[in-house]
């Protein structure tokens, strides 16, 4: 069936550049995006349109980290540091999540609010429980979240009430693996959950599973500097953080590793060399007093990073905030170093928070003709007329003042979800 929807569109087509395209359609034929044009054409005239009027239609988001067992904590405990955060807010609420019946209402929760904020597509970390992590990818699948899912392996420096051991760790992740096959559009994703949480013997056994089965891992890099003093100490052999992930084949373009905030700049090359893809949380690494990220000094190197809530280090579901969170946390590291250069664009961040993400979960730049279209209506029509206002400027606007109550529709996969 044709269809179409008119709005103004906006794509992300390169970290430098947006696609603009005022007043036109996204042409759609079964959910399948066959263009952008500024007319309908001529077969076209009996098709369904819906016309979102003067709103922007924009690239849904990518949110390529977040801890979904955390989002019911999202907020809370943000006047502590790190440590004591972890311990009193992050793994008690984490261990819930053995009782999979708890996990499948709050995971409903989570799944619904994540299509209201517009993310379509997700790298998500669950907890260590096999069931769990099963109903997590069933939630996202029946709610038309797309993307991947990681059961979280940790046999090491864990509090004991969420420990595997690593013999539990590697028969309970052939186990998730086997009932991944049931989904067809949340797919796994190896999570170790930081080099400190797994022991050698556990990183040589997910090695070799992404080896053998072609996986792809998300994990923890140079998030903060106690982390990275500790990953020394414990990996003495291992120069830098990096690598230890890349001693047991977990470093390469299948790999995300969120934060790198205090990557050192051979740690950067590395990165650019292999392909890895960092995810930037700048909600998150101010919250946990990490730091700031040169993320723009990353981007500009042609280091293809990504964007992500990182809840609940990070305060917020919302992209549209993480991308004002980023652009802001950007403008703070211009001001500590000098160095004009660190400031984002709105090119640079929308770029980051759904193109990013795309090309690693295997989709195009921008909104991809030949495939299920992921989209979202942003409506401000409601803030003031600014006269001659770009629509550029309009989705930098956006990021800063709107949120969910404005986005108005969510296409997933091709489908209206909201
Ligand atoms: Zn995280």
Same mark, same amino acid.
């Given at each position: 069936?044709? *269809?179409?929807?008119?709005?103004?569109?906006?794509?992300?087509? $390169?970290?430098?550049?947006?696609?603009?395209?005022?007043?036109?359609?996204?042409?759609?034929?079964?959910?399948?995006?066959?263009?952008?044009?500024?007319?309908?054409?001529?077969?076209?005239?009996?098709?369904?349109?819906?016309?979102?009027?003067?709103?922007?239609?924009?690239? !849904?988001?990518?949110?390529?980290?977040?801890?979904?067992?955390?989002?019911?904590?999202?907020?809370?405990?943000?006047?502590?540091?790190?440590?004591? /955060?972890?311990?009193?807010?992050?793994?008690?609420?984490?261990?819930?999540?053995?009782?999979? !019946?708890?996990?499948?209402?709050?995971?409903?929760?989570?799944?619904?609010?994540?299509?209201?904020?517009?993310? *379509?597509?997700?790298?998500?970390? !669950?907890?260590?429980?096999?069931?769990?992590?099963?109903?997590?990818?069933?939630?996202?699948?029946?709610?038309?979240? *797309?993307?991947?899912?990681?059961?979280?392996?940790?046999?090491?420096?864990?509090?004991?009430? #969420?420990?595997?051991?690593?013999?539990?760790?590697?028969?309970?992740?052939?186990? /998730?693996?086997?009932?991944?096959?049931?989904?067809? +559009?949340?797919?796994?994703?190896?999570?170790?959950?930081?080099?400190?949480?797994?022991?050698?013997?556990?990183?040589?056994?997910?090695?070799?599973?992404?080896?053998?089965?072609?996986?792809?891992?998300? $994990?923890?890099?140079?998030?903060?500097?106690?982390?990275?003093?500790?990953?020394?100490?414990?990996?003495?052999?291992?120069?830098?953080?990096?690598?230890?992930?890349?001693?047991?084949?977990?470093?390469?373009?299948?790999?995300?590793?969120?934060?790198?905030?205090?990557?050192?700049?051979?740690?950067?090359?590395?990165?650019?060399?292999?392909?890895?893809?960092?995810?930037?949380?700048? !909600?998150?690494?101010?919250?946990?007093? $990490?730091?700031? $990220?040169?993320?723009?000094?990353?981007?500009?190197?042609?280091?293809?990073?990504?964007?992500?809530?990182?809840?609940?280090?990070?305060?917020?579901?919302?992209? #549209?905030?993480?991308?004002?969170?980023?652009?802001?946390?950007?403008?703070?590291?211009?001001?500590?170093?000098?160095?004009?250069?660190?400031?984002?664009?709105?090119?640079?961040?929308?770029?980051?928070?759904?193109?990013?993400?795309?090309?690693?979960?295997?989709?195009?730049?921008?909104?991809?003709?030949?495939?299920?279209?992921?989209?979202?209506?942003?409506?401000?029509?409601?803030?003031? #007329?600014?006269?001659?206002?770009?629509?550029?400027?309009?989705?930098? +606007?956006?990021?800063?003042?709107?949120?969910?109550?404005?986005?108005?529709?969510?296409?997933?996969?091709?489908?209206?979800?909201?």
């Amino acid at each position: 069936m044709l *269809t179409a929807y008119k709005g103004n569109i906006i794509e992300a087509k $390169s970290p430098t550049e947006l696609g603009l395209y005022p007043n036109q359609y996204l042409i759609l034929e079964d959910g399948i995006l066959i263009d952008i044009l500024p007319e309908l054409p001529a077969n076209m005239q009996e098709a369904e349109v819906t016309d979102f009027g003067d709103a922007l239609i924009l690239q !849904s988001f990518c949110d390529m980290h977040l801890h979904a067992p955390q989002y019911e904590m999202t907020g809370t405990g943000m006047d502590l540091p790190l440590l004591q /955060w972890l311990n009193a807010y992050a793994f008690p609420t984490e261990a819930r999540y053995k009782d999979p !019946s708890y996990a499948r209402k709050k995971y409903h929760q989570l799944a619904k609010e994540l299509i209201a904020n517009g993310t *379509t597509r997700v790298s998500m970390f !669950s907890t260590l429980h096999t069931p769990a992590t099963l109903v997590l990818m069933e939630e996202l699948e029946q709610a038309g979240v *797309t993307g991947l899912v990681g059961k979280v392996n940790m046999d090491s420096n864990a509090p004991d009430y #969420l420990r595997e051991t690593t013999q539990e760790s590697i028969q309970e992740t052939l186990r /998730w693996l086997e009932g991944c096959q049931q989904f067809s +559009r949340v797919k796994p994703v190896l999570t170790p959950r930081f080099a400190p949480s797994c022991s050698p013997e556990l990183l040589t056994f997910l090695g070799k599973v992404k080896a053998e089965r072609g996986l792809p891992v998300q $994990s923890h890099l140079s998030e903060n500097v106690g982390e990275i003093a500790f990953v020394k100490e414990i990996f003495p052999d291992c120069g830098e953080y990096w690598q230890v992930y890349d001693k047991y084949g977990l470093f390469d373009s299948h790999t995300l590793m969120a934060h790198c905030v205090h990557s050192t700049q051979t740690e950067q090359n590395a990165m650019l060399k292999s392909g890895v893809r960092p995810v930037h949380c700048a !909600s998150s690494n101010n919250s946990l007093c $990490s730091g700031i $990220s040169p993320v723009g000094h990353m981007i500009r190197q042609g280091i293809g990073v990504c964007m992500g809530t990182d809840v609940a280090g990070g305060t917020t579901l919302s992209m #549209l905030k993480t991308i004002a969170n980023s652009i802001s946390a950007s403008k703070d590291r211009y001001i500590m170093t000098g160095d004009e250069s660190q400031v984002l664009s709105i090119e640079e961040a929308y770029y980051a928070a759904t193109s990013a993400g795309q090309t690693f979960l295997g989709e195009g730049e921008g909104f991809v003709r030949g495939k299920a279209l992921h989209a979202i209506v942003l409506d401000d029509t409601h803030l003031p #007329l600014l006269p001659g206002i770009t629509l550029r400027d309009r989705l930098l +606007r956006g990021a800063f003042r709107l949120d969910d109550r404005n986005i108005t529709a969510v296409i997933s996969n091709g489908i209206r979800r909201k």
